[in-house]
Every structure is written in C-alpha cells, then in structure tokens.
C-alpha cells in the first residue's frame, strides 16, 4: 500500500535548523513530483517547496526562499526538507505530497500523517 511517512519534526529556537524526512513507499517514486505543504493554526495548507520528477527543478515559497531546501534520492524513495535560519512564523505542522502527472492533469495524488515544526523566541 501507499505510504508517506514524515519524520525530522521537533522543537527548534530561532535561528536554529531542522531536516524533514519523507519515506515513501507503494509506488513508483521517481515518477511522482514531490512537495512539503505547511499549514498553521488558522490558516490554510500552504505550498513550502517542491521537487520536480525525477528532478532537479525545485520551487519555493517566497518565505522561505534562501532558507529551505527541498532535495530527493530517488534511489531510496525519500525527499527532504533542509530548514535553516528558522523563525518562529515557520511554526506549524508539515505535509509531505507526492503528485504524478500534473496540477492540470492529476492522475494520482497522496498525503503524509504530517510532522509538527515549532519555532520558539
């Protein structure tokens, strides 16, 4: 079956730094587009960057732009998050999303459980 499993979440200082993990499993990874979404408290699922299959091209927010850094080894059918310089508005609870085909054409779609990121002054 499907799986994508976050891992790497935690409490962090500002200024500090975290790696998610996002272990997936049940389906033919290199083909799938892979993302991290953040929503917090209050506020809607945003997009924080994402990887295109099977790479290299990557998007990021404008937030964290310079800050985050989205990667993946395909070979192990794992994508990251690296997050430095974190701020306390980086607080929330991330999502790992694995995408085939595309926005316009979505021939398959799966979410992670999400890990939770807080940020403290």
């Known amino acids: 079956q499907v799986q994508l499993v976050e891992s790497g979440g935690g409490l962090v200082q500002a200024g500090g730094s975290l790696r998610l993990t996002c272990a997936a499993s049940g389906f033919t990874f290199s083909s799938y587009t892979m993302s991290w979404y953040r929503q917090a408290p209050g506020k809607e699922r945003d997009l924080v960057a994402r990887?295109?299959?099977?790479?290299?091209?990557?998007r990021y927010a404008d937030s964290v732009k310079g800050r985050f850094t989205i990667s993946r080894d395909n070979a192990k059918n794992t994508v990251y998050l690296q997050m430095n310089s974190l701020k306390p508005e980086d607080t929330a609870d991330y999502f790992c999303?694995?995408?085939?085909?595309?926005?316009?054409?979505?021939?398959?779609?799966?979410w992670g459980q999400g890990t939770q990121v807080t940020v403290s002054s």
């Open positions: 999303h694995a995408l085939l085909g595309s926005t316009f054409m979505p021939l398959d779609v799966h």
């Open positions: 990887i295109s299959s099977p790479g290299p091209s990557t």
